[in-house]
């Protein structure tokens, strides 16, 4: 989706996402001539290493949905440990951040909980539940990190992907009520909704 006017670029129809059919997929595009400066994408692996592969100069920006939901359900509704209960804390802020300013004082809370609490983490028994919640989040804010906050700097750059992900239910929504088609009616179907929701302009760029 171009998330500038939320026109539709273009769309595939696969079992689930993986590495191949997005690499196909994306060099597909890529051929056609899609070459985008920026990409706002959510923490799927397999997805992300193509996007890097096809489009190297490209820049990705982390979902922050996706990554606030993804940390909170790890650390879960009631954290165990006061260092849960604290970084579920410094992730509820975490899209809510609309300046410079904000963003650094979220890095540097971050920081300081990494900090106080990283050797305690890692003297959790490895098997325990607390271990595993801390560690999973901490790598997934580690790791996310460098590309969370370019649409701070960019304007055209967008946070989350709530466009993609709302069309997405209206879709399935929709599908619903034509359960029971086959595949090739599947694809059809969603290739009109589609042309239908751009306003039947649909086109590939």
Same mark, same amino acid.
């Given at each position: ?73 790890? !650390?879960?509704?009631?954290?165990? @440990?006061? #260092?849960? $209960?604290? =970084? ?5 802020? /975490? ?12 890095i540097h809370t971050y920081s300081n909980w990494v900090d106080r609490y990283g050797k305690y983490i !890692?003297?959790?028994?490895?098997? @325990?539940? #607390?271990? $595993?919640? =801390? ?5 997934? /804010? ?38 029971? =088609? ?24």
């Amino acid at each position: 989706m171009n998330a500038t006017n939320q026109k539709i670029i273009a769309h595939t129809y696969v079992h689930k996402e993986s590495f191949k059919d997005s690499y196909n997929w994306f060099m597909n595009l890529k051929y056609q001539g899609l070459n985008p400066v920026f990409i706002t994408t959510d923490g799927e692996r397999s997805v992300i290493r193509a996007m890097k592969l096809v489009w190297p100069g490209a820049k990705l920006q982390r979902c922050l949905y996706h990554l606030q939901r993804e940390g909170m359900r790890w !650390l879960r509704t009631y954290p165990k @440990t006061e #260092a849960g $209960k604290e =970084l579920r804390k410094i992730l509820s802020q /975490l899209s809510r951040i609309k300046t410079i300013q904000e963003r650094d004082t979220f890095i540097h809370t971050y920081s300081n909980w990494v900090d106080r609490y990283g050797k305690y983490i !890692l003297s959790l028994p490895r098997t @325990t539940i #607390a271990y $595993k919640d =801390l560690q999973r989040t901490v790598i997934l /804010l580690n790791n996310a990190l460098p590309d969370m906050f370019h649409y701070l700097t960019d304007s055209n750059v967008h946070a989350t992907t709530n466009a993609l992900e709302g069309f997405h239910s209206r879709l399935k929504a929709d599908y619903r009520r034509h359960r029971g =088609l086959t595949k090739e009616h599947r694809i059809q179907y969603i290739r009109w909704y589609c042309y239908y929701q751009n306003g039947n302009k649909y086109q590939l760029f």
